[in-house]
């Protein structure tokens, strides 16, 4: 295992996410909007972009409201408080994109954004499955070391 600093840990982390959520997002949506690669693979930049600033001020937001609540446990609600606040955040950003960029209406740009979802689902789950094989939490590597 390769153990990081947290800060390059989370740059390694969401650089490759994206990086391979860009690739694997032009193939979805090439085959959604029956389109090639040169329409599709900005449409996923942009997703992507978005849902990275989105993250950002979406956490900063939530965590100052933990604060603010003192909230020092995040339980099973407010875990999924937190996911669907995120991902309806994330729809109301991307289906206006998905119409003017595809041309297309709004039910077809949601079933776009579901399919995305569904497809982001597993992907992150697998992603991080993966990346935590190969790059191990700094804690974990200094618990070892103790032992």
């Known amino acids: 295992m390769i153990t990081l600093s947290p800060l390059k840990r989370r740059f390694i982390y969401v650089t490759s996410f994206e990086i391979i959520a860009i690739i694997l997002s032009t193939l979805i949506l090439m085959k959604l909007s029956h389109s090639d690669a040169a329409e599709s693979l900005p449409i996923a930049v942009m997703m992507s972009m978005a849902a990275v600033i989105w993250n950002f001020i979406?956490?900063?937001?939530?965590?100052?409201?933990?604060?603010?609540?003192?909230?020092?446990?995040?339980?099973?609600?407010?875990?999924?408080?937190?996911a669907?606040?995120?991902?309806?955040?994330?729809?109301?950003?991307?289906?206006?994109?998905?119409?003017?960029?595809?041309?297309?209406?709004?039910?077809?740009?949601?079933?776009?954004?579901?399919?995305?979802?569904?497809?982001?689902?597993?992907?992150?789950f697998t992603f991080t499955l993966i990346f935590d094989k190969i790059f191990s939490l700094p804690y974990q590597h200094e618990s070892a070391s103790a032992s």
Not at 63 to 71: D, G, N, P, T
């Open 58 to 82: 979406y956490n900063t937001v939530f965590e100052a409201w933990e604060r603010r609540r003192q909230i020092v446990r995040r339980t099973l609600w407010i875990r999924s408080a937190h």
């Open 84 to 124: 669907f606040g995120f991902e309806g955040g994330l729809v109301l950003i991307c289906l206006p994109l998905y119409m003017i960029w595809y041309d297309v209406g709004l039910v077809k740009a949601f079933m776009m954004e579901v399919a995305l979802l569904l497809f982001f689902l597993v992907y992150t």
